[in-house]
């Protein structure tokens, strides 16, 4: 099996769009061992996408796994990504917007938020006076978010939403 090449020259491969597949036959390693490098390096091809599954995980720690039964890839929380996303201005494909607006429209014309729970997985349970402009339900072994925490896991009410429950 071949070496990779440098930082530089891994990074001058990724700044010109070459993808890890390309880069791995070029040099007879794995497309893994390419990401892994470049992950370490801080380069990614979806920063954003990358930023709200680190922030995800922060606050829950999400069932993922290769197949079925994987939290991680259930819908609610693949919207939820979505949405966040769509929320930061990522660019996202057609279908993933068209989820994103689908799970706002829900969590407003249901009133309620997106629950995790290790052993359930993903739930839209009725919100709360104390979810506010959550999305989801805030862990309660978690310490509660700072208000920029707040404001990333929150969404903008439409005039004359009622939020809570009755």
């Excluded at 249901?110 to 104390?130: C, I, K, M, N, Q």
Aim: hydrophobic fraction near 35%.
């Amino acid at each position: 099996m071949k070496k990779l090449p440098g930082k530089q020259v891994l990074g001058q491969l990724f700044a010109l769009g070459h993808t890890a597949t390309q880069v791995a036959e070029q040099y007879g390693c794995s497309p893994q061992a390419v990401l892994k490098q470049w992950g370490e390096m801080g380069l990614s091809r979806y920063p954003v996408a990358k930023m709200v599954v680190d922030r995800m995980n922060a606050v829950w720690s999400v069932q993922s796994t290769a197949g079925v039964g994987s939290h991680f890839h259930s819908f609610p929380c693949q919207s939820l990504r979505y949405y966040l996303r769509l929320k930061l201005g990522d660019t996202l494909s057609p279908t993933q917007e068209a989820n994103a607006r689908r799970f706002e429209r829900r969590l407003i014309r249901e009133r309620v938020v997106l629950d995790y729970s290790p052993e359930r997985g993903f739930s839209y349970v009725a919100r709360s006076t104390g979810d506010g402009l959550m999305l989801i339900r805030w862990p309660a072994d978690k310490p509660q978010p700072s208000e920029e925490e707040a404001r990333f896991w929150s969404f903008q009410a439409p005039p004359g939403m009622a939020l809570g429950g009755e």
